[in-house]
């Protein structure tokens, strides 16, 4: 084992230990790392970082900017074990972010998804009746692909119907209410996953050999479904492609519960802090991106103002 892999080991069971997710950073500092040693490099150098996107560039410049953050914060610790280690610097690769236009899926799309989703090849069966469950939990509960992946079976409450979310973005936990409907859906899952394993699992959801699935492994099989009803091109070689992605589900929910408040007479102002609150966003503001982003939503928010314009000037 080299000394760049016996590190990152150190590395990733500290950050760990200290609470730290480490499901997508892990698996880009491994890519890295092995980079690394196949070129027999024994520290982290900028040249480094530039000559691995060179070969693996595929990705956008977002993607290879937070990959960068990702690094630089990896040669940060090391440059302490290993003077010549050089920490990249920011600016290695500017970060041109621009939030993605969500994508609005309709009702017989997620219906497409859902069916399709179960019937994904596995030797035991598991594989459809999880990512069917687990898409169908995204679509009507707007969670993250993390926090549904990440539940454990003593997160659900099948008195209250409530899910508890431990660790959403930034580390905060929230509690998220389901309908009657979707609780039996969860039990129903949940007992065909122990008759098929033959024993009850800690994680929630899980893969064919009885393991929790991760954000990438979802965000795969999502791609799969969605290239089969012919919302993604196909690939080859696994590949996922571009197209909706399962966070369109998350965005999906929360603009079809701001225009179901529009159309219902609602006042999105009011209700709007008990969307973000359930979504688990930090600000409000991020909660409100949704109108500017959905040319629905732009429209109806339109209407609302003339609206309420026009009884002003009336009084």
Request: glycine share 6%; net charge positive.
């Amino acid at each position: 084992m080299s000394r760049l892999t016996k590190e990152l080991d150190r590395y990733l069971a500290i950050r760990r230990s200290l609470g730290f997710a480490l499901g997508t950073s892990e698996r880009v500092l491994r890519r890295f790392v092995a980079f690394a040693v196949a070129r027999r490099a024994h520290h982290v150098t900028s040249d480094l970082f530039l000559a691995w996107r060179a070969e693996f560039g595929h990705a956008s410049q977002q993607t290879w900017s937070a990959r960068l953050g990702m690094v630089r914060q990896f040669a940060l610790w090391l440059s302490g074990v290993n003077p010549r280690t050089e920490v990249p610097p920011k600016g290695l690769i500017p970060d041109r972010y621009r939030r993605r236009r969500p994508y609005i899926y309709s009702a017989q799309q997620i219906v497409q998804i859902v069916t399709d989703a179960s019937r994904l090849p596995s030797p035991n069966g598991i594989r459809g009746l999880t990512f069917t469950t687990l898409f169908g939990l995204i679509a009507v509960t707007g969670l993250r692909v993390s926090e549904a992946v990440s539940l454990n079976n003593e997160d659900i409450d099948w008195k209250t119907g409530i899910l508890m979310i431990r660790r959403g973005k930034s580390d905060k936990a929230r509690l998220i209410p389901v309908s009657k409907t979707t609780l039996a859906r969860l039990a129903d899952y949940a007992a065909k996953r122990d008759r098929l394993l033959g024993k009850r699992p800690k994680s929630f959801f899980v893969s064919d050999s009885g393991r929790r699935p991760d954000d990438c492994c979802a965000r795969y099989n999502f791609a799969v479904v969605c290239q089969q009803i012919g919302l993604r091109p196909a690939q080859r070689f696994n590949r996922h492609g571009r197209g909706p992605r399962i966070h369109d589900l998350r965005h999906t929910f929360a603009a079809r519960t701001l225009i179901n408040w529009y159309r219902t007479g609602k006042d999105p102002d009011r209700e709007m802090l008990k969307l973000s609150t359930y979504l688990g966003h930090t600000e409000p503001a991020h909660t409100y991106w949704y109108i500017e982003a959905v040319p629905e939503l732009l429209e109806l928010a339109a209407k609302r103002a003339d609206r309420v314009l026009s009884r002003e000037t009336a009084q």
